[in-house]
């Protein structure tokens, strides 16, 4: 199941951002649709979730808004006062179940790059 994100960019510190994300394919359901990031040198950290509940890192709350259209199996995370370091490649990743049977399997986007810098 291709997810396919965009939105990202160069931004000033306190800017905004609106990264998108669409799950492609052959979709029974998603359950959870969550943003993580990777900045230089470090480990893979989650940003936001959405599934039966909406979850945040502590560094974005208050900042950062998940959000889903499940017609469009689509998340955003709308970015506002954004920080130098919130910089990093913010990745999608769904849980997809292609059947009606089976379970669910974990996916991944390519990668959209966030730079906040002046």
């Known amino acids: 199941v291709p997810l396919q994100a965009c939105g990202g960019g160069l931004v000033q510190p306190g800017g905004s951002l609106r990264l998108s994300c669409a799950a492609s394919g052959t979709i029974f359901s998603i359950n959870t649709m969550a943003w993580y990031r990777q900045a230089p040198e470090k480990q893979r950290e989650l940003v936001a979730s959405?599934?039966?509940?909406?979850n945040y890192a502590d560094s974005v709350k208050g900042r950062f808004t998940i959000s889903r259209d499940k017609a469009k199996n689509t998340v955003y995370l709308q970015m506002t006062n954004l920080k130098p370091e919130d910089t990093a490649v913010y990745y999608c990743?769904?849980?997809?179940?292609?059947?009606?049977?089976?379970?669910?399997?974990?996916?991944w986007g390519q990668g959209t790059l966030v730079t906040v810098s002046s």
């Open positions: 959405s599934g039966i509940m909406t």
């Open positions: 990743n769904a849980g997809v179940k292609t059947r009606s049977w089976g379970y669910f399997s974990n996916y």
